[in-house]
């Protein structure tokens, strides 16, 4: 496994969690890492994504609530999710990209109780 993404887990809503995506070993140079999501049902959507040149992008469903960020001393990628809603209720991938190819992590569930 080359993304092993972890810290989903059942949270109630308004509540936090944070996922953690690390790479087992360099896929790609530089690469563009982010978070997607589906849920059940639904098409895998971007949620956050940190672009090789540093600029972040947020889905508009959780701007002002999650954030993207990057450890280079664990090398992961990190999403910290706030204020969460039962429509955040999904599994959670990470990806890394060049922008010809792709590496997914195998999914972090996320469930949001009402």
């Known amino acids: 496994v080359q993304l092993q993404a972890s810290g989903g887990g059942l949270v109630q809503a308004g509540g936090s969690l944070r996922l953690s995506c690390a790479a087992s070993r360099t896929i790609f140079s530089n690469p563009n890492m982010g978070w997607y999501r589906q849920a059940p049902g639904k098409q895998r959507e971007l949620v956050a994504e940190l672009t090789r040149g540093g600029t972040t992008n947020y889905a508009d469903s959780v701007k002002g609530r999650f954030t993207i960020s990057r450890d280079n001393a664990k090398n992961t990628i990190d999403l910290q999710m706030n204020s969460l809603k039962p429509e955040d209720t999904a599994v959670y991938y990470c990806?890394?990209?060049?922008?010809?190819?792709?590496?997914w992590g195998q999914g972090t569930q996320v469930t949001v109780s009402s």
């Open positions: 990806k890394h990209s060049n922008g010809f190819l792709a590496a």
